[in-house]
């Protein structure tokens, strides 16, 4: 179950999938958590619960239902914590330090970040890769330059150790990584190198990531037009139109907002107004659905 909401969150977004994430929760797996069974089924299935826990909580999050969010990491970290789920835990802190980088507290996504990485001393490579590169974000964010491109360095070697299957839920590729690039340098103040690692992200997503790249789209057109490059964001936000139609997400609709104001300050500008005809359409399917 928690392969296949991951996969409704990458078809048709948050906004469906975390509502049967919900249900199945509330309905299924509270009665099961309860149930008679041997002490090695009571801990697979607390070990189960927290990683479909997790990404309920990592979808909240998505949708900008924070304290929601935060509530479902917490369960998360008890579920996994009783299985003994080291893998779970880590990722679920993880989470909780990008929860907090989004929120814009730099010093609480760095100690999350640290605090996944000392609970995972044994990690694989790709997990390792995964956690340094959240390290990176956040000691960006409190502007320690040198902590954070030695954390960078440490998640691409580390990703380039990892091999097999990339997790649904947790996952960690070069497009996660490049992602990351992208935020350390725009946290110091690199610009155009932010759009550059950003544009080597979005090029590295898998085809079927529709909602990540709804998200990377849209940071990717923002950092555009703040670095005046008004054509190549028309273009970009213009892909991130072909994904957002389809999707329910309110980091989607967040998106959409700035789209609409960049279109509003810029009517003279050819691009723009071709750009605006499509938003224009857009808006009124999203608000006839």
């Excluded at 110091?188 to 992200?201: C, E, F, I, N």
């Excluded at 892909?239 to 139609?245: K, V």
Aim: charged letters at 25%.
């Amino acid at each position: 179950m928690t392969d296949h909401i991951a996969t409704i969150l990458d078809d048709l977004g948050g906004g469906h999938a975390r509502p049967m994430a919900a249900a199945f929760l509330a309905n299924t797996v509270l009665s099961w958590l309860e149930a008679d069974a041997t002490p090695k089924v009571r801990e697979e299935m607390r070990s189960a619960a927290s990683d479909f826990v997790y990404l309920t909580g990592w979808m909240a999050m998505y949708e900008r239902a924070h304290g929601l969010g935060q509530r479902y990491f917490v369960q998360a970290l008890d579920l996994a914590r009783e299985a003994g789920d080291q893998l779970t835990y880590c990722r679920t802190l993880r989470g909780m330090a990008l929860q907090a980088s989004n929120l814009g507290h730099g010093s609480k996504a760095l100690e999350h970040a640290d605090s996944a990485a000392e609970a995972a001393p044994s990690a694989g490579p790709r997990l390792v890769a995964f956690l340094r590169g959240q390290q990176a974000h956040g000691a960006a964010m409190v502007k320690d330059r040198r902590q954070a491109f030695a954390r960078l360095r440490e998640a691409e070697e580390a990703l380039a150790r990892a091999d097999g299957r990339n997790d649904a839920v947790g996952g960690y590729d070069q497009a996660a990584y490049h992602f990351h690039v992208s935020h350390v340098l725009y946290e110091l103040g690199d610009l155009p190198g932010s759009v550059k690692a950003m544009q080597r992200s979005n090029r590295a997503r898998p085809s079927h990531e529709r909602q990540g790249r709804v998200h990377a789209h849209g940071v990717l057109a923002a950092r555009q037009w703040e670095l005046g490059h008004v054509e190549a964001a028309c273009e970009t936000w213009d892909r991130f139109l072909d994904d957002y139609t389809v999707l329910s997400t309110a980091r989607g609709d967040e998106h959409f907002g700035v789209l609409r104001k960049h279109v509003a300050s810029q009517p003279g500008s050819r691009a723009v107004r071709g750009l605006g005809e499509r938003v224009r359409v857009v808006a009124e399917r999203k608000a006839a659905a």
